[in-house]
């Protein structure tokens, strides 16, 4: 397969075929974020793409799932992704499942038709950086969208026939704006109500702006009893109707936890509060990772 940089993938995406149609970012300014530093965003050439298909047919009949990186492929022309997941079913009819990013602008472009007929091609996933209800932060840290937008996004995403998941960076505030973020974030997921819901913990990644902010002291990151604490104030917060799956498992959190709301809700507290105490041991950090 011919892959630029490092594709990044949602851990449920692990044993997919990564097809890689777009290499970087098309925003590519969140201050947060170092996945594509240094890479400027393009299209691949078709036939690279041709050729990652016929490798894909030939040596990937095992597996399947597709997942179209890098970030936000929603953003591609609604008639290439079309001719795109047309080719994944006749070359890969195997394939049960395309997947790929989506962003609050891409998801307002597309329109409700397009995106059901989407659906109808073979998506059948997107995954959204949702990463705060608070829109404060998101303009903080230049995430480009609103979180109103983000919300709207998906609600659409979710009529349309698509599961949605949707990412939240616990931290993201910092230690000042940690109980709004926590309180908007829940808001947000409720009113959006996505399949699922993933928490991953905020870890600095030289040569971003949040990781130069923290060292000039104008960002502090939460240490970890704040991180469990902000989740716990998340998990709290999701309304009662909102039934969704919740991975806190990902490798950047201290705890890892997972369940569905409503039901898991006393049992996910419980775990945290239990942590909190010291009762469970929390990930070090060189175990840690993104
Ligand atoms: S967080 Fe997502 S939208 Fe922001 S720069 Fe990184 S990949 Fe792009």
Redesign the pocket.
């Known amino acids: 397969m011919h892959y630029e940089g490092n594709p990044i993938r949602p851990p449920s995406e692990a044993s997919s075929i990564i097809l890689q149609v777009a290499a970087g970012?098309p925003?590519?300014?969140?201050t947060f974020?170092g996945?594509?530093q240094g890479l400027k965003y393009h299209r691949k050439p078709a036939d690279a793409l041709t050729a990652d298909l016929e490798f894909a047919a030939r040596y990937c009949k095992r597996q399947d799932r597709v997942f179209l990186a890098d970030?936000?492929c929603l953003a591609l022309p609604f008639a290439d992704l079309g001719d795109l997941l047309r080719l994944i079913r006749k070359k890969l009819p195997w394939v049960r499942r395309t997947s790929l990013y989506g962003?609050g602008r891409s998801m307002a472009k597309k329109s409700a038709a397009e995106l059901a007929e989407l659906k109808e091609l073979g998506l059948a996933r997107v995954y959204i950086?949702l990463e705060s209800g608070d829109e404060e932060v998101l303009r903080r840290v230049n995430?480009g969208v609103s979180a109103a937008e983000i919300i709207a996004g998906g609600r659409r995403l979710r009529r349309a026939g698509l599961f949605v998941s949707v990412t939240v960076l616990l931290g993201l505030a910092g230690t000042g704006g940690t109980t709004r973020h926590a309180v908007m974030s829940a808001r947000a997921i409720s009113e959006m109500r996505p399949h699922q819901a993933a928490f991953l913990t905020l870890m600095l990644i030289p040569g971003t702006e949040l990781y130069h902010a923290a060292e000039i002291g104008e960002f502090i990151l939460p240490d970890a009893d704040k991180m469990l604490a902000e989740l716990g104030l998340m998990l709290e917060n999701i309304s009662p109707e909102t039934m969704i799956q919740i991975h806190a498992n990902h490798a950047s959190n201290y705890l890892p936890i997972s369940g569905r709301l409503p039901k898991d809700r006393t049992a996910l507290l419980n775990a945290i509060s239990a942590a909190r105490r010291g009762r469970t041991s929390l990930k070090p950090e060189y175990l840690r990772g993104l």
């Open positions: 970012c925003h590519n300014r969140c974020c996945a594509y970030g936000d962003s950086g995430k």
